[in-house]
DNA sequence: ACAAGCTTTCGAAACGTTTCAATTTAATCT
DNA sequence: AGATTAAATTGAAACGTTTCGAAAGCTTGT
C-alpha cells in the first residue's frame, strides 16, 4: 500500500515536506505543493485512517447507536443527522447491538448519538466522565459531556388527547409503552394530566411494548370498552395504533372513525397508507437528527450548547371522526 | 487515558508482557496473566482501536454501503448480516452517502457489502483491484475479490405474472424501475418472457422509479386500461405497488382485487397492513444479509467461497382477486 | 560581503499497539 | 555442581501519520 514515504521518495523530498503539502500548509512552496500532489494522485495515495487516527487523537466520525436497524423513523432521523454532519466534514456511522458500545470507549468516534435501550444510563455517564461526547434522544441525563434534544413529548400526547375530548368523546384508553421507555412515561403523564383536567373523561390505561403485537393484544379490552358507545384510543405511537386497527378489522364488526376513534404517535410512514388515514402526532424527524448533530458538533469543537426541542402537530386523517355526526 | 504502558509501570513488567497477557498468549505465566489483567480493570484500560488497527492491519470491522437509510427491508437484511458478522467476533457499520466511499480506500473496514446506487461498477472494481474485499447485492461484477448474493428475480418476477395470467387476467401491465436498477432490469425481461409464453396476453410496460410517486403516476393509464375490463399489473417493488393503490382508491372509482389486480415484490411489512392486502414477492432479507457477511467473511479469511441466491415465494394478499367469479 | 530576517525544507519524536528476536529465569538431567 | 533445555519475560522495531524545532536556502539592507 502506498504510503507517504513512497511520495516522499519519488518526489525526492522528505516525509514532513508530503505531509504539508498533503494537508495544504503555507508553509510550502505552491510548486512543490503542487508537485508533490500529482505525485501522490499517480501513485494513488489514500492517507491511512488508522494513523491518522493514532496520531491526531480524532476521527472525523460521529456514531449513532440505534436499538435496532428496523425503527420507522430512522430513514429520516438519520438524514438529517447525515446532512448536518457532512456539512462539516464529518462522518455518520450507525452502530446497533450491546457489543458494539464498546466504540465508544475505544474513541471510535468524536462523539456518539444515543438513541439506543440498550444502553443503561450508569454506563452512558460512565462515559461522559471518561470525557467522551453524547447526544442521548431517548432519555434526560444531567452531565457536562452529554445533551439532549428533546421531543416536546408532552404538548404531542395533551394534543392527541385533546382532539379526542373535543369530538366529543369521554370515554378515552391510552394505549402505553415499555415503562423502560422515557417518550412513554412522558407521554402516558401528559395523558392523565389532560383527562383530569375535563371532569367527565373516563380514562383507562392499557399496557403495551411500541410494537404492533401490543396494539393488537389492547383490542380485545377496547372492544368491550366499545359495546358501551363509542371510545376514543390514544396509542403512544403508530405501530400500536396500526395493531389495534389490525385487530378491530378482522376481529371485530367495529368501525374505526365511528365506534372506535384512534390517534397514534411519531406519523410513520405507514400512518398515511392505512386506510382510515391515522390521525397522528407528527414531529419533522430530520430536524431532531439536525439538531442531535448540531449539539454534538457544538460539544467537539467546544462551543457552547442550548438545550433544544421538537415541537409537534396533530395530523388529521379519518381514524378519528366527528362524534356529533352519531349524536344527531 | 490510560494506555498498556501505564498499566506496564503499575505492575512493574515490560509492554511486551502486557500485551501478551491482555491477548491471553501462553506465552505469559498464568499468575501474572491475572495480575495484569486485574490492573488493566482497576486502571479502567481499554484499548485504542486505531493503535491496533494500523499495527495489525485488520479492523474487524465490516462497512455496508446503502443508497439511503430509509428502505424498507434495511432493516431485516442487517439483522442477517450483524448476527453473522456478532458471531464471527465482526462488527457491522453502516455508511451512506458518497463521502463515505473513501472509507474503503482508507481501509477503514476488512470488507464491505455494497448495496449503493452510488458506486459506478469502476469505481468498486478499482477498490477490488487495489486488494479491498467486496460483496455486492445490487448488481453483478466479475472479480476475483467481488463476491455476490443473487436475488432470485427471474423466478419472483415470473411467479408474480403467471399469477396474474392464472387468474384469468390477459391484460398485464408491468410498472418497472430505474433503468440502472440490476434488480429492476432483471425483473422486467423475465415479466417479458412470461409473457411472451401465453399466446393470449397483452403486455404494456410503464415507467417507474421504485418510489411511490411513480407507482401513483402509472395510475393513470392503469385507469384507462381498466375501461376495457379487469386488468393485472405488476408493479416491481411494493413500494410502487402501494403508490398505485394510494392512486385508484382516491382518484377512481376501480376496485382492487376487482378491475385491477396488484402485485408487488419484497414483501416490505407495509404490504400485509394494506387493505386490501398486498399479493407480492417474498424473500427472506435476513438471510440475504447472512449468506453476503458468510461470503464476506469467507473471502476475507481466504476461505473458498461459493455461489449463492436467495429464493422467492409467492404472498397471496387479497390485491388479486379470482377473475373466474366475475365471470359466472 | 555579510549579518539579519524570511521562507522553505528536513529530522526526529510521538501516538498506542503488536511481535520478532534476544535475554533472563527456572527446571531438568547427568 | 554444571550443562542443557524449556519457560517466562523483555527490548526494540514497526505500522503511517503529524508536528515541533532546527537547519538550510533565499532575500535584503547596510
Chains 1, 2 share one sequence.
Not at 385533546?162 to 412513554?184: K, M, N, T, Y
Not at 403508530?238 to 411519531?266: K, W
Request: aromatic share 6%.
Amino acid at each position: 500500500m502506498v504510503s507517504i514515504k513512497d511520495i516522499a521518495s519519488a518526489a525526492g523530498v522528505s516525509i514532513s515536506t508530503v505531509s504539508y503539502a498533503l494537508n495544504g500548509s503555507d508553509r510550502i512552496t505552491k510548486e512543490t505543493a503542487d508537485r508533490i500532489r500529482s505525485i501522490a494522485d499517480e501513485l494513488g495515495y489514500v492517507p491511512n485512517r488508522a494513523a491518522r487516527m493514532l496520531k491526531k487523537r480524532e476521527t472525523m466520525l460521529v456514531g449513532v447507536f440505534l436499538t435496532d436497524f428496523s425503527g420507522h423513523f430512522y430513514g429520516d432521523l438519520l438524514y438529517g443527522l447525515k446532512e448536518e454532519l457532512n456539512r462539516r466534514d464529518y462522518d455518520l456511522i450507525v452502530c446497533s447491538g450491546r457489543r458494539s458500545h464498546r466504540m465508544i470507549p475505544e474513541r471510535a468516534f468524536d462523539g456518539a448519538i444515543i438513541l439506543d435501550a440498550t444502553f443503561a444510563d450508569e454506563e452512558l455517564i460512565g462515559y461522559a466522565d471518561r470525557g467522551h461526547k453524547l447526544v442521548v434522544l431517548d432519555r434526560e441525563l444531567d452531565h457536562p459531556n452529554v445533551n439532549q434534544v428533546l421531543l416536546d413529548n408532552k404538548a404531542g400526547a395533551t394534543l392527541a388527547v385533546e382532539h379526542l375530548l373535543s369530538q366529543g368523546l369521554c370515554r378515552i384508553c391510552a394505549v402505553g409503552g415499555p415503562e423502560s421507555a422515557f417518550d412513554a412515561r412522558q407521554r402516558m403523564r401528559a395523558v392523565r394530566q389532560a383527562a383530569e383536567r375535563v371532569p367527565e373523561a373516563r380514562l383507562e390505561e392499557l399496557p403495551g411494548a411500541f410494537d404492533k403485537a401490543s396494539g393488537y393484544a389492547a383490542g380485545a379490552r377496547i372492544a368491550e370498552v366499545a359495546r358501551e358507545g363509542p371510545v376514543g384510543v390514544f396509542c403512544l405511537n403508530d405501530e400500536m395504533a396500526i395493531g389495534l386497527c389490525d385487530y378491530l378489522r378482522t376481529q371485530t364488526p367495529l368501525r374505526i372513525g365511528r365506534d372506535v376513534h384512534v390517534v397514534g404517535y411519531d406519523n410513520i410512514e405507514l400512518a398515511q397508507y392505512m386506510q382510515p388515514r391515522l390521525t397522528t402526532i407528527d414531529y419533522s424527524k430530520r430536524k431532531w437528527g439536525a439538531l442531535a448533530a448540531e449539539q454534538l458538533l457544538k460539544m467537539i469543537e467546544g462551543r457552547p450548547v442550548e438545550q433544544e426541542r421538537i415541537y409537534v402537530r396533530l395530523i388529521e386523517g379519518e381514524s378519528v371522526g366527528q362524534l356529533k355526526e352519531d349524536a344527531k
